[in-house]
């Protein structure tokens, strides 16, 4: 077995993943809350102009909550948090395509007619594709 060394890249993107899986987690909770039916939060999401959602977007909303859980699987293996081989390249391609839907989240929400989209959900997809670029970066 061999051992790797531990660098401050591989602690930063450690890092990173965990914040970005712990990001995407909770925000998948929202979205499996939203599905069955709740409204709480929804002023921030779905362009903020829903009390509730109808059907075709509670299902999105599940979709997106099997993404959300699919992208931080991905960030945390990419991160080592557990032995993978990664033979087809799953988690380093997916990592880098996790930084290209960030980012085009954070160009959606930045240009969204909802100020809260704009004010709190942009730069936050922002720092969550800087954050999965780190991870993507790391060896």
Wanted: net charge positive; proline share 1%.
């Amino acid at each position: 077995m061999r051992l790797r060394r531990v660098t401050i890249a591989t602690r930063a993107a450690r890092f990173a993943a965990a914040v970005v899986a712990t990001a995407f987690i909770a925000v998948a909770a929202f979205e499996i809350f939203w599905a069955l039916g709740g409204s709480w939060g929804l002023s921030g999401a779905w362009g903020g102009g829903h009390d509730y959602l109808p059907l075709g977007l509670r299902v999105a909303s599940a979709f997106a909550a099997v993404l959300l859980v699919a992208g931080a699987l991905i960030v945390l293996g990419r991160a080592r948090y557990w032995s993978s081989m990664d033979r087809f390249g799953i988690l380093r391609w997916g990592t880098w395509a996790l930084v290209g839907v960030m980012a085009l989240s954070a160009t959606a929400n930045f240009v969204s007619s909802s100020s809260s989209e704009r004010l709190q959900n942009g730069p936050v997809a922002l720092l969550l594709a800087l954050l999965c670029l780190v991870v993507a970066s790391a060896n």
